[in-house]
Structures are given as C-alpha cells and as structure tokens.
C-alpha cells in the first residue's frame, strides 16, 4: 500500500519539529567550546547583550537549575569542566533566528585549557574493560580453548581491521521548540525516535513529574539512532524557554549536529581464526577496540555478532574502552553489528582464501546447530537459505575464485560475499484502538521517522481487525499517547505493532474500544536466540588507472520473519546496503588531533552516496515462518541491511584487485598506494 | 549571519562605481551564500551582478565569447560548446550537482573559494581566512589538498573542473575595474599561495569578471577527466584536461595538459608539453613526460597517493587520445 503520510510529504503539509507556528517564538543558538579539555574560566556575554534582539545568554556562568543526575550529555551549563570540542557552554536567545546566531559569536569565552587527548589507539595506555556494553552483554566472553583452537588449525588468520568514525547524518536537522504553559507544564516539538523515551528523559533532565512534560513527534526526517535518546537541543530549547517566558525554537545546523548528536565510535578489531582442512572453525576471537567519552561510558557491542554466527569450539571475544577528550559516541544503524560483521565478514573471506574454499561454502560449513554463544536455540534462523538463494539469483557458481584477473579495459572486476545478522526483540508497548466516525482510530505513541510506521501499523490494524486500511486511522508521535518504545534497535514495528494487535484484538471483542499492555506477553516471551538473518553480494569495479570503485551491483537476500509490507520492506533494506556501501567506500569523519572535535563537518565533506554510486541495489526475502516471535511472526528490518555489506563490498575489492584494504573507508587514494 | 546590504548593479560600469570596501559581487551565490553562513565570508555590501546582460554564449570572429553570467548548465548544453570545446562541456557537468549548476555562474565557479576543511571553519585556524593565523592542514586533513606549488603558509587546492579546461584552452579572462578593462589569459588568473595565501587570484579590488573567451580549438583531440571517490557531487582528488595532435609520422605535434585537485591553481604542465613536442606518442613517452612534470611534486604524508594517480592518470588519457 502506499504511504499513509505520502501526500503531506511531498506536498509540503507534514509539520516537522521546528516549523510549528507558535506565537511570540524566540530562538536559542548554542555557543560551543573551543577547546577539548580543560574549563570555562569566564564567560563575558555583555557585548552579546547588548546586541539587538538578544533576550538571555544562558551559561555556565550561572547554570540554570536542572536535576542532579541528569545525563552528563544533557546537564547543559552545569560544570565549568569541558569535555570535548563543540560541547554546549552558553547559548544565546533572542527574537530571531539569525540574532541569536550574530549574538553567539559574540560571547567572549575565557578558557583554561589542558592538554586533549582524542586519538584512539589499540596499545592506548587508558584501555580498559567496560563491564557490560550495549545494551546489556557481558563484555567479554570465552568457551573452549582458543589457543589450541589455533595451533591445530591447518589455516590461521590473523587480521586487524579498522573503520572511522561515522555519523548518522539524518535529513533533517535536530530541532525543537519548547513552550511553556502557565500551568509549569511543558510542551516540546521534538524531532525524536520515540516521543515517550524522550518525554522521560526530558523530565529526568528537568527534574519534573512525567505528567508535566507532552513530547510531540508526528513527523521525524530521519534519526539513524541520533534521534533515539534525548539530543541537548531539546533541553536547551526548554531551558531557554523557561528563562525567557517564551516559547524557543532550537534549530541545529548540520555542523552542529556532527558535535552533538552522537556518532558511531570508531573500532580497531583483530580477528584470529582457525581452520581445519574442510574449512570448519577451531577457533574464532574478536576483540574490538573502541571509545567513549570522559562524560559517560558508552560502549558499543562490537564484538557480540560473533557470539551468533558460526559454530566454533572455541570462542573468545572481548571489548576494550579508552576514555577521550571526545563527544560521547551514540547508536547509529546496527549498533555493534555494523561495524563486528563488516571485519568478521572480510575475515571470513581471507579464511575462504587461505583454505581454498568458497566464501559461501565455508560459511555454510559452519553453520551452528544453537546460538555458539548461549547455545541457546534459534528461534528461526535461515542464513543458509539466503546464502544459496543469492548465489543462485548473483551467478555464483560461474565465479572464478582466482583474485585480480578479471578485466574490463582499465577496470577490474570482483566479486564478494558477505552474511548479515541483526537481532530480533520486541519490548513492552500499550495501545488503544477504539471505533470513531465509522471506522477505527488506533492509538500508540509510536515514531514514524521516515520509515512507514504509520503504515505499517495501519495495516497490521487493518489486517488483524478484518477491515480494509483506508477505514483504519493511526495517531503516532505523542508522548499523551499510550506509551511505547523507541524506533530503535529494529524493534519498532515488533512492539508496537503487539500493541496494535492485542487492542484491535480486545476491539473486536468488546465492540467500541480495545485497550493492551504487552509487558506482560512480552515478560513471558521464552528464551530464544532471536535474529533476523541475510546475505548480501556485490560486484564492484576498480579503475587499475585512477583507483576509483564503483559497485555494479548490490544484492540482499534476507530471512526476517513475515513481512509486513513489501515496499516499507525494501526501502529499509536497500537504504541500509546503500548507506553500507557509503561506509564501505566514503563515509568518514576525521577527528582533529590538534585542536580536537571533528573535521568535515558538512554533507560536501562527508560523502554518502550519490544516486549515481549506487545503479543497481535489489533486495530480496525468503517466505519464513517463525511464530515465537509476535503476533506478527515479523523481525525488525530497519538495521540489518547495513549489516555485511562493507564487507562484502571490501571482499569484492580483494577479488577485482587481489589486494585487501583493512581500513574503511576503501578509497581510491588506499588503491593507488597499494599499487597493485 | 551578519547584517550586510544588498543591491542589484545596473550595468557592470556601474558596479565597479559601485564598489567600496567590503563590498563583494554576487553571482549564483552557490559558493558566496554558503561561506556567510559559515562566517568565512563577511561582505557589509552585497552587489548583485547576477542578473547584468552579461549572459550570452556569443560567437565573435571565430572565438566564443562566454558571459561571466551565464550559468554552469547553460555553458555546458550550449550547442556550439558541446561542438567546439566538448572537454569544457564535459568538464563543467563534472562538477557540482544539477541543481549547483543551474544557479552558479561562469565567474562565480573561476572565482570559488578553496574547500579546505580548515577554511571553511571559523573556529579553525587559516592562513588564507586569516592571514597570519596559521596553516593546521600542513599537519592536519591534508587528503585532498596540493602537492604542486603550496608554500609553508598555505596548501590548499582550487576546487574548480571549467578552470581546468579553460587553462588547457587558453582561454581569456575579461576583466573591468577601477584601473580599467584587462584581458587576463588563463591560467593566469590564479595565482600560487607563497606568503600571500589570502589572494587566490590576480585580481584587484574591485575588479569584475565580465566574461571568458575562447580562442578557436586547437588541433587534436582532447578529454577531461575526475577521479573522485564518490561518482558524482565530489571534488576531484586529481582531474585533467588534455588535448593531444598527433602528426601523420605518430610524433606528437601539440600538446596540453592542465591538472586540477593538485594546486592552489588550475596547474599547466608545461614540462610534460615541452618535453612531449617531437616524440613518439606512445605510452612510453607519456610515462616520462608525467614523470618529469611530477618531479616538482612534493607531497605531504597524506596526500602522497596523487602523484602516482596523476602520473597514470596522464599517462592513461594521453593514451586514450593518442591515434
């Protein structure tokens, strides 16, 4: 079916956080630190006062009251102590947009600086072990013996694999507009993954009762995980609009937003695996190097897919942090999964080399009869299926294994595989759905940011009340409407559409109004190794002149359970591969060793890929039964196709080239000097 | 944003009389409008010549005679462009997006300003933003910038794919202003950093770019190249327009090569062309002429991959042209 929101969004009507009309607005624009470490001696805002238009200047100068365990990312003004370049320490409001932007520049910040220290390195004196890392895995794991593992292994591999840091970079900026009522209470516009998380967080950060914060949400360009928990602009915006008697808008610009928002940590991962003569595992360990803040420990589960892929009498994987003068990292698409599937995926394929055997023949060989690290079962699990399934529609078969020998004039060709995995999980969510106006209105405080929520949770209603969808009208985006959970961790359509169906299920039932609370059905869900699973191939092309890679083609074969909606369905998929194949070959952000932040802060910097760089991305799902998973048999598909297809891309890389580019992105530049 | 003013000139003359300090033209404001939002650029007055009858693709006693106005698309479709200067046409749709180049402006895309990470951030500093300040990029993001003719104080690139096919055509750079109308032959208008990087051009204050002449084309046969890691809406990490005329004996007897994504200008090679006139046009000649030109390369520890690029890049092109 087609979107829900369609027409309002091409036609211009779909109202997103920073465009509410509200009378007597203000606008706050932040003033970020120059510095990575050290503190906010003195803040001199007078000159910026006197500038016109200019309402406030809020700083640590004189911190607004917030709560005393509000999250260090939001504390805004709280400490004189900087912890990164670009943190928010003053702000400026004033009556318009561009004021407070010519007032910000304005304020004379007086720092002490210390010396930074923002370089993640593997031998990084700091490293240590978190205790648990996202959202709640041990950090480390071991079964077996790895180092006997290793030294019966007729082949060993041995690599280390690094990516940079990445960010979501969402369409739509991160904004909000606060408003105050008379009554204490407060209302923001929000652009958010999840209007009742971010309704909580913003009460937490405020210290107020719930009942006294409404989030609303009704259209989100885009978040990418930076939108899944409660951004700084969104307090800033309430403070400000607190300390001015005025509703604020706070719109930040994309420059900002790489400061503030969150990005994907950077990793260095070293893989060892060994092998037997047939190509089955003795050993497998990933230990994976990452950062986090001096602000907070936000440890990225880098190493966990490989406690789900591939059977293995012994496995080890571990995590290690440093704490840098850095931004907090943050969840971005397939948090973990992303970056631990693109170097297990590429080490992988160096093993189907150093054996001689086909990438997806050693891969099915080694096949896990339970989950390797729960031994927990599967509660459905098809990777085989979508590793011959795509061999079959790619022309596996007729492949040479043979590295760098393919040509096409001055190009190379090569082709690659790689599987996907992502982990399928629902949580506590209520709805209601009642009749109104001849047909049915359902309720739940779902997000719709961008990926068809709002469709696909009407049909799910459609389809469970027996109605066609047109009679079905769906109210998401507003933390006043039944609670749910976050647009996150691909768990969105599972949880709140189990809402949908057990209120239209009490509908049907009671004739006028059916009301659910999942947390029960949800607390009672048994104990299973739930994922969805895919296989991803591509076939690239690299200049042997310039360097230059091209993806000719990109194909994803997914078992996810059923789908809910065909075209919902591969949007997500092939915007996930498309936003892979732009970490494969483009996306990074470079922090700045001098004077610490980040660098190529701007969509013109940053490459994602073009329409052009992307001619021919197909996706494609296997029919696949699971009725232990929700009322809708579904798993979550938002984050697996960006799941492999790094690797993959890289594998292919290797096989146009004969050489193996171990850091991300894969430029051009890394082709040339490698003079294969 | 600061407060400036904004007027429309009414004829060039009247722009140039128009000019004062802190002044800056406006063209398509693809490139100006972007660098006031990011503080780099902070006119008090902006003078409009956007819409001055300087839009005309014109054919003048076997020249062609391009309006500084005309837009980036217009250039590239005009039928006597595709027909004459196909590397011109090919080089300015390599550039920028479809929607850049239907706003931007001849003189605007010869006249855009580098787009050095360090640059283009206030916080930052830069010698060419701030003359004195420092260059951080020498130790810094360097990927993308110069490894020809950067000097200690600057090493950024121009980031422009038509001044690199108006260098190789030697095209002319109509100029007014206060000292009067000069003819600037590319790719002369741009200049090397030294000690002045705040200076990308030879222009005066004041100066107006009113249009670009062609001379007739030269002989041969010729291609504009990119590489860039992205395929479309990316700067070149190197690009090259060249034109090569093989005589009947299979000696080269006229070649251009200019290179773009290595320099603070559009670079000529004119070591390569030298060396190149009267030899065999085979590869190996090729190979030597990019060699001898890459020998004044002095790359920075992480852009050291173009000059492997350039020279096959070179190499390469001259072959696809060569009979």
């Known amino acids: ?676 | 944003m600061r407060p400036f003013d904004y007027a429309r000139a009414a004829s060039a003359a009247d722009a140039v009389r128009r000019y004062r300090p802190g002044t800056m033209y406006l063209g398509g404001g693809t490139n100006l409008v972007d660098l006031m939002r990011l503080g780099v650029a902070r006119p008090e007055h902006l003078l409009d010549v956007s819409r001055l009858p300087l839009d005309a693709v014109e054919e003048v006693r076997g020249r062609l005679r391009v309006g500084a106005a005309v837009r980036n698309t217009d250039l590239a479709v005009h039928p006597l462009v595709r027909a004459r200067y196909p590397m011109l046409a090919r080089a300015v749709l390599t550039g920028a997006s479809g929607q850049i180049r239907n706003m931007a402006t001849v003189a605007g895309n010869l006249l855009q300003r580098t787009r050095c990470a360090y640059f283009q951030d206030v916080s930052r500093p830069c010698n060419k933003r701030r003359p004195g300040s420092g260059c951080p990029a020498i130790e810094g993001d360097h990927s993308n910038l110069a490894v020809l003719g950067h000097s200690g104080a600057c090493v950024a690139t121009h980031p422009s794919d038509m001044a690199v096919a108006l260098a190789a055509l030697e095209a002319e750079v109509h100029v007014t202003g206060p000292g009067g109308d000069r003819i600037i032959p590319m790719p002369g208008l741009h200049r090397l950093p030294g000690d002045a990087p705040e200076r990308d051009t030879v222009l005066e204050p004041g100066d107006l770019v009113t249009a670009v002449e062609l001379p007739p084309p030269p002989p041969g046969a010729s291609l504009y190249r990119k590489v860039r890691e992205r395929a479309s809406f990316a700067f070149a990490l190197v690009s090259i327009a060249a034109v090569l005329d093989v005589a009947a004996d299979g000696t080269v007897a006229g070649c251009r090569i200019a290179l773009g994504g290595l320099a603070h200008a559009p670079w000529r090679a004119e070591r390569a062309e030298r060396e190149l006139i009267g030899r065999p046009a085979t590869g190996g000649a090729f190979l030597a002429a990019a060699e001898s030109e890459l020998e004044q390369a002095r790359p920075l520890p992480r852009n050291a991959y173009k000059v492997p690029m350039a020279r096959d890049l070179i190499v390469n092109t001259l072959e696809e042209l060569a009979p």
């Open chain 1, 1 to 676: 079916m087609n979107r829900v929101e369609g027409r309002v969004k091409v036609t211009g009507l779909a109202t997103y956080a920073a465009e509410y009309p509200v009378e007597g607005v203000a606008y706050a624009y932040p003033v970020q630190s120059l510095i990575a470490k050290g503190r906010v001696a003195r803040v001199d805002a007078a000159a910026a006062l006197d500038l016109p238009g200019v309402l406030a200047v809020l700083s640590v100068a004189d911190p607004p009251e917030l709560a005393e365990d509000a999250d260090a990312e939001l504390a805004l003004f709280q400490r004189r102590e900087v912890a990164y370049r670009g943190q928010i320490i003053a702000a400026v409001v004033a009556e318009t947009y561009d004021q407070a932007r010519a007032a910000a520049d304005a304020v004379r910040v007086e720092y002490e600086p210390a010396d930074h220290d923002v370089s993640l390195r593997a031998d990084h004196p700091g490293l240590y072990r978190p205790e648990v890392v996202n959202p709640n895995f041990p950090s480390d794991t071991e079964q077996g013996d790895l180092e006997a593992g290793l030294a019966q292994a007729a082949a060993v591999v041995d690599v280390t694999y690094t990516t940079p840091v990445l960010h979501n970079n969402a369409m739509e900026p991160h904004a909000a507009l606060a408003v105050w009522d008379a009554e204490g209470t407060l209302l923001v516009y929000d652009s958010t993954q999840g209007a009742t998380t971010d309704r909580d967080m913003i009460a937490k950060t405020l210290g107020l009762p719930r009942g006294r914060v409404r989030v609303v949400a009704r259209h989100v360009g885009g978040g990418f995980g930076s939108k899944g928990t409660t951004r700084p602009h969104a307090v800033l915006a309430a403070l400000a609009a607190r300390v001015t008697d005025r509703p604020v808008k706070v719109a930040l610009t994309r420059q900002q937003m790489y400061d503030v928002t969150g990005y994907r940590t950077p990793t260095i991962q070293r893989l060892r695996l060994g092998a037997d003569g047939e190509g089955r595992l003795t050993a497998l360990e990933h230990v994976a190097y990452e950062q986090s803040s001096t602000l907070k420990e936000f440890a990225e589960q880098t190493a966990v897919p490989a406690r789900v892929m591939y059977a293995t009498p012994a496995l080890r994987t571990a995590h290690r942090l440093v704490r840098l003068d850095v931004a907090t990292p943050s969840w971005m698409r397939a948090p973990g999964e992303c970056p631990g599937m693109y170097a297990l995926e590429s080490a992988m394929d160096e093993l189907a080399c150093a054996t001689g055997i086909d990438p997806v023949e050693l891969r099915l060989r080694n096949e896990p009869e339970t989950e390797p690290g729960s031994g927990l079962p599967f509660s459905s699990r098809d990777l085989a299926g979508c590793l011959r399934e795509g061999a079959r529609r790619f022309g596996w078969e007729r492949r040479d294994p043979e590295p760098g020998v393919r040509r096409d004039g001055e190009w190379l060709i090569g082709t690659g595989v790689a599987a996907s995995t992502y982990p399928s999980k629902r949580s506590p969510c209520q709805a209601v759905a009642c009749v109104r106006d001849g047909g049915f209105l359902v309720q739940v405080a779902a997000a719709d940011i961008g990926t068809g929520a709002r469709t696909a949770l009407t049909r799910i209603a459609a389809e469970t009340l027996g109605v066609a969808p047109d009679r079905v009208h769906v109210e998401l985006g507003d933390s006043d409407l039944p609670a749910a959970p976050v647009a996150g961790g691909s768990m969105g359509t599972a949880s709140w559409g189990s809402a949908v169906v057990r209120a239209c299920e009490e509908l049907k039932k009671d004739g006028r109004e059916g009301r659910a609370d999942t947390a029960e059905e949800v607390g009672q869900d048994s104990e299973l190794a739930r994922h969805a699973f895919g296989a991803q191939f591509a076939e690239v092309r690299v200049s042997a002149v310039t360097g230059e890679i091209r993806v000719s083609r990109l194909l994803g074969v997914f078992a996810a359970g059923r789908i809910v909606d065909a075209r919902l369905a591969r949007s997500q998929f092939i915007g996930g591969m498309t936003m892979g194949l732009g970490m494969a070959l483009m996306e990074e952000t470079l922090t700045d060793e001098e004077f610490g932040g980040f660098l190529r802060r701007d969509l013109a910097q940053y490459h994602i890929p073009a329409c052009a760089d992307v001619p021919d991305v197909e996706a494609v799902w296997l029919e696949e039964e699971d009725e232990r998973l929700n009322p809708m048999g579904s798993k979550g598909i938002g984050e697996i196709g960006i799941v492999g297809t790094a690797a993959a891309i890289g594998n292919a890389v290797h096989h146009a080239t004969g050489h193996r580019v171990r850091e991300l992105p894969i430029t051009p530049a890394k082709i040339v000097m490698a003079r294969f």
